[in-house]
């Protein structure tokens, strides 16, 4: 499967972006999804999951309560809606896929086989 990230920009805190992670080659809907991020100087860490079955969403603490991270069904797009932005954000988002158990969320990036390249958010302050 092939990935392609969007939906990267600038934005002032407290705004929202939403980026979309569009799928070709096999359908979504039969991987786990995942949103990481990668700050300039640090390692890229875990922001969001769903489970192949889409019942199952984890979050990492920093980003709970404000990020949301869906299936576009048909669409074969995963998004991941981003409110109440703040500058530590910013980062580089990257869209992952991967296997698993049915009803469980990846949350780990050795678990992800497959990866977008990445779209840019800045937070301004």
């Known amino acids: 499967v092939q990935l392609q990230a969007s939906g990267g920009g600038l934005v002032q805190a407290g705004g929202s972006l939403r980026l979309s992670c569009a799928a070709s080659?096999?359908?979504?809907?039969?991987?786990?999804m995942g949103w990481f991020r990668q700050a300039p100087g640090k390692e890229r860490e875990f922001v969001a999951g769903v489970s192949r079955s889409g019942d199952s969403t984890h979050y990492a603490d920093s980003v709970k309560g404000r990020f949301t991270i869906s299936r576009g069904g048909a669409k074969n797009t995963v998004y991941l809606q981003m409110n109440s932005l703040k500058p530590e954000d910013t980062a580089v988002y990257y869209c992952?896929?991967?296997?698993?158990?049915?009803?469980?969320?990846?949350?780990?990036?050795?678990?992800?086989?497959?990866w977008g390249q990445g779209t840019l958010v800045t937070v301004s302050s």
């Open positions: 080659g096999r359908t979504v809907s039969g991987y786990g």
């Open positions: 992952a896929a991967g296997g698993g158990s049915y009803y469980y969320t990846l949350r780990k990036s050795n678990e992800y086989d497959y």
